[in-house]
C-alpha cells in the first residue's frame, strides 16, 4: 500500500480539522448574534406604519434563536463526526511515532540528520582542502608516498607510471571553489567517503585530487588521481594480452565498425587515455544489459547528451575480427575512475 498520500491525508486533517471548524461554529454564532441584536434594536424603533410591532418582532427573534441554535448544534455534531473518523484514521496508522503531532516529529529527526550530514560534508571538504594543499607542496613523488592511499603497494605503480611519464612538479595555483564531497556509486562497493578536489596548476594545466577517509585518515587515491592502468592501451595492442583487462579510460560513443562488426548487431565505443595516443574501440550487442547501461551513461550516437566520459572497464581481445584494436566490451567496472 502506498503511504505517501495516507502521509499527506493524515497532515490534512491534523492541520485542519480542529481550527477550521472551531472558527466556523464561532463565525456562525457571531454572525446570529449580530442579527438578533439588530432584530433587538428594531424592536425598540416605531416602523413606518406607526406600530411598534413588538409581537411580530419578538416571534422572529425566536426563530432566529432557533435557527441558531439548530446550525450550532449541526455544525458541532459535524466537528464530533469529523473528529471521531481523524481519531480512528490514526489510531489504525501503526506507523505514526508516539507524540507525532502533524508529522513534526518525524520532520525534525529527518531534519537534524541531514543538518548533521550537511556539517559532516563540510568539515571533510575543509580537511580535504587542507590535505590536498600539503600534498601539492612536495616536489618529488618519492615524498608523496606515505600521503598515498596503500602506500606500500602503490609505490611500485608510481615508480613504474612516472618511469613511463616522468614526473614533473607545478606549483599549485588553486582548488576550484566548487568542491564538493563523493561517493563511488553505491552499486560497486566502495562507499568510504571521498572528496575531490579540482585543481589550476601553476602552468595553467588543469587536475584533480582525490582524498579518501581510511582508517589511518585522509589519503590521495592516487590511482584514480592519473587513471593508473598496469597495462597501458598500446602495450595491449601490441602484445594482444589474453583474458579480460581492467583499464580507466576515457568512453565516448563510436561509429567506428571494423572487420566483425556492424551497426545492425553492434554497438561501438572509443576507450582513449589522457597520457596516450593509442585507442581502443570496443563493442557490445544492441540487446545487452552493458549497452542499456552505457546508453544511460553516455546518451546514443547523435544525441544532444552524448559526451565523454571516465569509466573503469573490462575488455578483452575479440574473436570476432584479427584487428587487436577491436575488443569486446565485458562490463563496466565502475563509473569514474575509483575503483578498488
Same mark, same amino acid.
Given at each position: 500500500m502506498d503511504r505517501q498520500p495516507v502521509a499527506g491525508f493524515r497532515k490534512f486533517y491534523q492541520r485542519d480539522d480542529s481550527d477550521s471548524i472551531n472558527a466556523s461554529v464561532r463565525a456562525s454564532h457571531d454572525s446570529h448574534q449580530a442579527e438578533i441584536r439588530s432584530l433587538r434594536v428594531a424592536q425598540e424603533t416605531p416602523w413606518d406604519s406607526g406600530q411598534t410591532g413588538t409581537s411580530a418582532i419578538d416571534g422572529v427573534c425566536e426563530f432566529v434563536r432557533a435557527r441558531a441554535l439548530a446550525l450550532a448544534a449541526i455544525t458541532i455534531l459535524a466537528a464530533a463526526v469529523v473528529s471521531v473518523g481523524v481519531v480512528s484514521f490514526r489510531a489504525a496508522d501503526p506507523g505514526r511515532p508516539a507524540g507525532d503531532v502533524g508529522g513534526a516529529t518525524v520532520y525534525r529527526e529527518e531534519r537534524q540528520a541531514w543538518e548533521a550530514r550537511a &556539517?559532516? !560534508?563540510n568539515v571533510l571538504i575543509r580537511?580535504?582542502? *587542507?590535505?590536498? *594543499?600539503?600534498?601539492?607542496?612536495? *616536489?618529488?613523488?618519492? #615524498? !608523496?608516498?606515505?600521503?598515498?592511499? #596503500?602506500?606500500?603497494?602503490? +609505490? *611500485? &605503480?608510481? &615508480?613504474?607510471?612516472?618511469? &613511463? +611519464?616522468? @614526473?614533473? @612538479?607545478?606549483? $599549485? !595555483?588553486? $582548488?576550484?571553489?566548487? +568542491?564538493?564531497?563523493a561517493q563511488p556509486d553505491e552499486r560497486y562497493g566502495d562507499q568510504r567517503p571521498m572528496v575531490i578536489l579540482t585543481a589550476a596548476f601553476a602552468d595553467y594545466s588543469g587536475g584533480a585530487f582525490v582524498v579518501v577517509q581510511t582508517a589511518d585518515g585522509l589519503k590521495m587515491d592516487w590511482d584514480a588521481m592519473v587513471g593508473y592502468n598496469a597495462v597501458t592501451l598500446s602495450n595491449f595492442i601490441a602484445t594482444g594480452a589474453a583474458g579480460p583487462v581492467v583499464f580507466r579510460v576515457r568512453v565516448e560513443v563510436s561509429d567506428y565498425f571494423g572487420s566483425g562488426f556492424s551497426p545492425d548487431r553492434h554497438a561501438c565505443w572509443k576507450l582513449s587515455h589522457p597520457d596516450e595516443l593509442a585507442v581502443l574501440h570496443a563493442y557490445k550487442g544492441l540487446d545487452t544489459g552493458v549497452k542499456v547501461e552505457m546508453d544511460e551513461i553516455l546518451g546514443q550516437p547523435g544525441k544532444a547528451d552524448s559526451q565523454s566520459q571516465p569509466l573503469t572497464v573490462v575488455v578483452r581481445h575479440s574473436e570476432a575480427s584479427t584487428d587487436p584494436g577491436l575488443v569486446e566490451l565485458v562490463q563496466i567496472q565502475c563509473r569514474g575512475w575509483v575503483w578498488q
Open positions: &556539517r559532516a !560534508r580537511q580535504a582542502e *587542507e590535505f590536498a *594543499e600539503q600534498y601539492a607542496d612536495i *616536489e618529488n613523488w618519492e #615524498d !608523496r608516498v606515505p600521503y598515498v592511499k #596503500d602506500a606500500a603497494a602503490a +609505490s *611500485e &605503480r608510481m &615508480r613504474r607510471y612516472y618511469d &613511463r +611519464s616522468p @614526473f614533473r @612538479f607545478q606549483p $599549485l !595555483r588553486r $582548488l576550484a571553489t566548487g +568542491s564538493f564531497a
